[in-house]
């Protein structure tokens, strides 16, 4: 079945120290991909996306997300979290098409 | 300018109530989405308008759930009569028409009791 896996629910760094958040997807052809972020009581913000070429993705806020075609992955990194950080993070896949698709999120939790 | 606006932000009602959310889009968007967020989980989309004309609303309960858009712009969503599990979070999205990107309001945060 067509679906986007984001395997971690909750996820805790200390801030300064490096965050990776998982995110794989199943579908035929590569489809769009997207991270958002949410903060408590807010909307969704858009991070950053891929549609093709450069594999490496910079975002906002100091993010960046890789495509692994092989692994169906697009992961999303930060090399120094901030407590600002905390938030939830949505991945998200459009295939061709079709209609945005999010995972169910993964919370980031920042300790000092 | 101004981003997607939605309102009321959060809405307390009991259950066989109606209740209405209210979005405004960013100016020039003429594709409007409705999202169902429920709690730990990520948003689902209800309805998709290019323009006033609905183009998905395959995942929106048409027994008790209504939209429209009638002049294009905003955009209501209505809810009648509300059930528990209703209590979610609504949020409304809009785009250029054919971007792949969206922008997203604040969402409106429905309590059923």
């Known amino acids: 079945a067509q679906s986007v896996t984001q395997p971690d629910i909750h996820i805790t760094v200390s801030e300064g120290a490096s965050l990776e958040l998982r995110c794989n997807y199943s579908?035929?052809?590569?489809?769009?991909l997207f991270w958002y972020v949410q903060s408590p009581g807010q909307g969704l913000q858009l991070l950053l996306k891929?549609?093709?070429?450069?594999?490496l993705v910079q975002g906002i806020k100091g993010f960046e997300a890789e495509f692994k075609r092989s692994q169906s992955s697009f992961n999303l990194r930060k090399p120094s979290v901030h407590w600002s950080d905390a938030a939830e993070y949505f991945c998200?896949?459009?295939?061709?098409?079709?209609?945005?698709?999010f995972g169910a999120g993964t919370i980031l939790r920042v300790k000092s | 300018e101004a981003g997607v606006v939605q309102s009321p932000r959060y809405k307390i009602i009991e259950k066989k109530q109606p209740v209405a959310f209210w979005c405004n889009p960013i100016?020039?968007?003429?594709?409007l989405y409705w999202y169902l967020q429920n709690l730990g989980q990520g948003p689902e989309l209800l309805i998709r308008?290019?323009?006033?004309?609905?183009?998905?609303d395959s995942q929106l309960p048409k027994d008790r759930f209504s939209a429209e858009r009638l002049k294009g712009v905003d955009s209501t969503l209505k809810i009648q009569p509300a059930e528990l599990g209703d209590s979610a979070v609504y949020l409304c999205?809009?785009?250029?028409?054919?971007?792949?990107?969206?922008?997203f309001g604040a969402g409106s945060r429905l309590t059923v009791l």
């Open positions: 100016s020039g968007h003429n594709t």
């Open positions: 891929y549609f093709s070429g450069d594999t």
């Open positions: 579908y035929g052809a590569t489809p769009y």
């Open positions: 308008y290019e323009n006033e004309e609905a183009v998905d």
């Open positions: 999205a809009s785009s250029f028409p054919g971007a792949n990107v969206l922008t």
């Open positions: 998200a896949v459009l295939p061709y098409g079709n209609k945005l698709v």
